[in-house]
């Protein structure tokens, strides 16, 4: 099956703005789909709102697009009711980590067979340019006009902390390496959490003097380094790509159903 036959070709030409990287993204995560030859009435999309989430309405297959920062909850009564489907989460920063950060640490705790793309561009670009927990220090935006004094999270060293069994970062520059982790993640049997920084030139990079989307993925390109690398040795500054986490154990639907059946044989016996 080809990757067009994925998507819903009538709600194109998207709404994202000229240059973001969710295109990208999206995009690529198809492709994922295409390699492993899911069917689509295997696969179901749960988002919640932002730029991010408009990605459920451009696939063809089952999806819910559901209320800010609730996409996990929702995504956990998919999965519970259907432990057979594969769920993907497309979520933003802000619907992941600020809103939607208390979900996102316990479905990371539970291990639910979920498959989380969090789409990073360090921005609230869908509302106006606010800062999000991913912004950082330093960031000029609408709600921090003196720039922001927020420390921000780091996805990855939340998700460990946290106990995802499958953990990994890119970009919207290394777009192979975007379908090779969601593929990866995808066929995990447990929590994936794929973080996946994103290019916004209409807020971010233009607020900020970063110049426009080009000159955001050499930004990506020229300051990220596989995991493990020496480069990262000889400049601490750089971001880590790659997979960082990838345990093999019980999944929370696994568990949920040995209960039952201890349950049941109690009752019977």
């Not at 973001?20 to 689509?40: F, P, Q, W, Y």
Request: proline fraction near 4%; glycine fraction near 10%.
């Amino acid at each position: 099956m080809a990757v067009h036959n994925y998507i819903r070709q009538r709600f194109f030409p998207h709404l994202w703005c000229p240059g973001c990287g969710h295109g990208t993204i999206l995009n690529n995560m198809l492709r994922a789909v295409d390699e492993l030859g899911i069917s689509k009435n295997d696969l179901v999309m749960v988002s919640g709102i932002g730029c991010s989430s408009r990605i459920s309405g451009y696939v063809d297959f089952h999806s819910l697009h559901t209320i800010h920062g609730r996409a996990l909850a929702y995504a956990t009564g998919v999965k519970m009711s259907q432990p057979r489907l594969n769920v993907l989460i497309p979520m933003g920063d802000g619907d992941a980590l600020a809103i939607g950060g208390n979900h996102f640490i316990h479905a990371c705790r539970r291990n639910m067979d979920l498959t989380a793309i969090i789409m990073n561009n360090r921005i609230y670009g869908m509302t106006g340019g606010q800062f999000s927990p991913l912004s950082g220090e330093g960031i000029l935006c609408t709600t921090a006009p003196q720039l922001t004094i927020d420390r921000s999270f780091d996805t990855v060293e939340l998700a460990l902390a946290s106990g995802a069994s499958f953990v990994a970062r890119t970009t919207s520059f290394h777009v192979r390496e975007i379908t090779k982790l969601i593929a990866r993640a995808i066929q995990h049997k447990g929590f994936s959490v794929v973080e996946i920084l994103s290019q916004c030139p209409t807020h971010f990079g233009r607020k900020n003097k970063l110049g426009d989307a080009s000159n955001m993925l050499e930004f990506f390109k020229k300051n990220t380094t596989p995991f493990g690398s020496k480069a990262k040795q000889d400049n601490p500054e750089l971001i880590e790509r790659g997979i960082f986490r990838e345990l093999d154990i019980p999944d929370y639907c696994a568990d949920y159903e040995r209960t039952i059946q201890k349950a049941q044989k109690g009752k019977s016996s």
